[in-house]
Every structure is written in structure tokens, then in C-alpha cells.
């Protein structure tokens, strides 16, 4: 393998990287460093263990102690709930964070969705039509880039949806951080969970070999009062292995304030194995390698909208993978001058780009009361209440008292339309 590091172009980026400030997405980065695939594809890391989704959703009174049978303690369909949620979620890190750099391949420049660009598809679960789980994924926004997502499946019973935003910076020691806007929301049987978005950062820049570490908190607040407070850290931190983390679940937010004593604590690593203390013995929580991912289920390009991303970004895929700089420049310059000239028009004619499944919502200005039984933007605001996060538009999982929070006077979010969808006739999953 050649040692991009060396390379001229690597140096030069670097130099015009170690001089950024704010939007990424304007860099012209050496080709070896782009990926073929838009960000909008990322959404689908959230449904890729099948298995362990549909679970939370199967969990009932009569049934929930053969879920963990090696965790004694476990006396309640809630707290069973709590742990798949957490099982389930600690495996979509693994895909969202290291499925690109698994092996001797590393983080590439992931393409720059378009606005109203869409990706869809479908897990198939047991053949049969009704137990497809769908994903949507919808550009909501371009400035700034703002994704929003969908995942149901009505035979189950079970849906997510939620919305990220990006911010990122360099350090001096070229170290890329990033911050993320924005939530999931996961909805089953009566009950929800709010889940935040951990801060991440990028090492291995310097010698061209990027990969994700995550940092800091986030948390996963249940509409039964119980919340899962995650810590992570990386290499050298302070168990010296990466990807690690320990998650602690508490009755409620005033318990995990006042640091009592959890209910359970889990840890070990997020992409690998993970145990849970159950009293004073320690036992096997989680090995993330033993489950089976379900890969997504995607239209050929040749049956595509032109909309969706595959087909949109193809010819810009296929020059990367080609590596050839003139080229990817020349299919990039053709869709982005199309995009000027689509927001030009819009302007001109004053009809501005309309949102395609999604819909913005101001938790402020209409007054959103919080409401477990309420729709899912009644319950954002009851499960933020609960856990003492900010509603406003402010990094994911920052206290209501934080600065942020206080300098902040807006709280848009990204709410799925569920009967945009029913009436939609262009786009098929
Ligand atoms: C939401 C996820 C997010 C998106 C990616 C930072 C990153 C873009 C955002 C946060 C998903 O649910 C989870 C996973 C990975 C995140 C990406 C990793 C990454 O490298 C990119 C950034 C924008 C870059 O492409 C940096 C380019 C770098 C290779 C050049 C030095």
C-alpha cells in the first residue's frame, strides 16, 4: 500500500486544512481521501442490526426475563427494555463509527448531500412484505446541511426518526472535532426514547489514515423515567483501549444528579464486548461481533428518482473511484451548477424548495406542550424535560442550564410527516 501521508497533495491539504475555519464541505481534498457515497447513506447505520431493533419492540410482561437470562437481577419488562435499547444502540455505533474503517481502510470525505437529495430502502425481515422495516432519508436542509431520517416498521410496531446537524473544527494539533445537532426518537408499544448524539473527533489525520473516536456523554432517556448516562473515551484515556465507554442506568434523572448508586453499569468497548455488573458479579452484556447485520435493500440506480442519491451522485461516484481529479471535478461543478441554477429559479419565482416528507417545527414559537401520549414533538419535549436537556438548537445533549443553552433562542427540529409519505407517489422504497 502506498503511504498517502508522503504524498504532495496530503501535505498541501494539510496545509490549507490547519488554516480552516468553519464549512468542510468547501475543501478540495486529494481523491484518495474521498468516498464514492453520500452522507445521506448514513442514516441506514441505525437499522443495520435488524435483530436487535425488532427486539425492544417484542418485549412484553410476559416474556421479558428470557431476554438477559444471565442477568439475575433483572425483575421488570421496563428495565429489560432499557437494556435492549442499549444493546441495540451500542451496535449501531459500531456501523455508524467504524463500519468504513474496518481493515486497513480508513474515513474518506464522504460526498456532500444535495438539498432535497433522498436516499430509501428497505430491510427485509422474514420475506414476507408486511415485516419490511422502510428507511427514509431526506436533505432537509443544505445551509446548513441538515439530514433528517425515518425508520418504521408498522408490523412490529416500531419506528426512529430523527435528524442530524454537523459542526466541526480543527484543533491546532489538526485533530477534527465534531459536534452534532439534532436527536432520535424511538417509539414502541407506548413507550419512547430520546437519544442524543455523542461528540466525536477525528485522529489519525496527520498521516492520512482518519478514524472516529467518540467523546464526552450522551444519554438515553425513557418516557418510563429511566436514564442510560454513556461515557466514552478512546485510547489511552483511561482504560487504554479504544472505543471504550461505561453506561450507567438510573431510575430517573435525579438519581443519576445526585450520583446514587445505578440500577446496572455496562462497559467495555462499543464495537466489541461489553459486560454488565449484576450485583457484585460481573457478566457478558454484549458481543457486538456475534450479532448478524442485515444489509439494506436498494433500488438499482436504473430504477431511481433523480432524487435519490445513488443515481444523483453517479457519475461523481464513479470518477472517484477512477481517482481521476479532473474528472470528479467536472461532474462535481455540473451538479452543484445545477443546484445553483434550481435555487436561483426558486428565488426568482419566489417558490421556495419544499420539503419533501419532513416538516420544520418551532418548539418555541408554537408552544409544544410536553406529552408522553402527545405526537412525537409532545414527546421530545416531555423526555428532554425529564432528562433536564435543552430543546433549543444547540449541540445534542447539553443541560438546560449550560451556556449553550442560555445563548440560544431558537428550537426548530425536523418532524416526519407520516401521511406525506402515505401520499407519496414518485419515490418507491
Ligand atoms: C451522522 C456519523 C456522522 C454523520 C459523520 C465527521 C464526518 C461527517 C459526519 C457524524 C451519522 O449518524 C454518524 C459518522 C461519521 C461522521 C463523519 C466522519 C468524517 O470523517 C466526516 C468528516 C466530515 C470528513 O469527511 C472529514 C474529512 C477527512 C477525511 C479529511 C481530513
Not at 23 to 50: H, K
Amino acid at each position: 500500500m502506498t503511504d498517502y501521508s508522503e504524498t504532495t497533495s496530503w501535505t498541501s491539504f494539510l496545509k490549507s486544512v490547519s488554516s480552516f475555519s468553519g464549512d468542510l464541505s468547501a475543501f478540495t481534498a486529494p481523491p484518495f481521501i474521498l468516498s464514492p457515497v453520500s452522507l445521506s447513506e448514513f442514516s441506514q447505520y441505525w437499522g443495520t442490526y435488524q435483530d436487535l431493533f425488532l427486539a425492544i419492540a417484542q418485549i412484553n410482561k410476559h416474556n421479558h426475563e428470557a431476554f438477559f437470562p444471565q442477568i439475575r437481577s433483572v425483575k421488570s419488562p421496563n428495565v429489560t427494555r432499557m437494556l435492549a435499547v442499549l444493546q441495540w444502540y451500542l451496535a449501531t455505533l459500531k456501523c455508524q463509527y467504524t463500519s468504513r474503517t474496518q481493515g486497513d481502510r480508513f474515513e474518506k470525505k464522504p460526498l456532500n448531500p444535495f438539498l432535497g437529495e433522498l436516499f430509501v430502502g428497505k430491510w427485509e425481515n422474514d420475506g414476507s412484505k408486511k415485516d419490511d422495516t422502510i428507511l427514509l432519508t431526506e436533505q432537509v436542509s443544505h445551509h446548513p446541511p441538515v439530514n433528517a431520517f425515518s425508520i418504521f416498521n408498522e408490523d412490529h410496531n416500531i419506528r426512529i426518526q430523527g435528524y442530524t446537524q454537523i459542526k466541526s473544527s480543527f484543533s491546532k494539533t489538526l485533530k477534527l472535532n465534531i459536534r452534532q445537532n439534532g436527536h432520535a426518537i424511538l417509539e414502541t408499544n407506548g413507550h419512547s426514547f430520546l437519544i442524543t448524539l455523542p461528540a466525536l473527533h477525528l485522529e489519525g489525520i496527520i498521516v492520512a489514515r482518519p478514524y472516529v473516536e467518540l467523546e464526552d456523554s450522551s444519554y438515553i432517556q425513557s418516557s418510563d423515567g429511566m436514564i442510560w448516562k454513556i461515557d466514552y473515551s478512546g485510547k489511552g484515556y483511561f482504560s487504554g483501549q479504544k472505543n471504550s465507554f461505561s453506561a450507567y442506568l438510573y431510575k430517573n434523572t435525579a438519581a443519576m444528579e445526585k450520583r446514587d448508586k445505578p440500577l446496572f453499569t455496562v462497559s467495555g468497548q462499543w464495537s466489541g464486548v461489553s459486560t454488565i455488573t449484576d450485583g457484585n458479579k460481573e457478566v457478558l452484556f454484549s458481543d457486538v461481533s456475534k450479532y448478524k447485520p442485515h444489509s439494506l435493500r436498494v433500488k438499482p440506480i436504473s430504477e431511481q428518482h433523480c432524487l435519490e442519491s445513488r443515481k444523483a451522485w453517479d457519475d461523481v461516484a464513479r470518477a472517484i473511484e477512477l481517482g481521476d481529479m479532473k474528472l470528479i471535478s467536472q461532474t462535481k461543478s455540473k451538479l452543484e451548477n445545477e443546484q445553483r441554477q434550481l435555487r436561483k429559479k426558486e428565488e426568482a419565482g419566489n417558490t421556495p424548495w419544499q420539503n419533501r416528507w419532513f416538516e420544520k417545527i418551532d418548539i418555541i414559537e408554537e408552544q409544544i406542550q410536553p406529552d408522553l401520549n402527545g405526537n412525537t414533538y409532545n414527546k421530545l419535549v416531555a423526555l428532554s424535560k425529564m432528562a433536564g436537556l435543552s430543546t433549543k438548537n444547540i449541540q445534542s445533549g447539553q443541560k438546560l442550564g449550560s451556556r449553550e443553552h442560555r445563548k440560544c433562542n431558537t428550537a426548530l427540529h425536523w418532524a416526519f410527516i407520516q401521511d406525506k409519505w402515505l401520499q407519496e407517489e414518485d419515490i418507491k422504497v
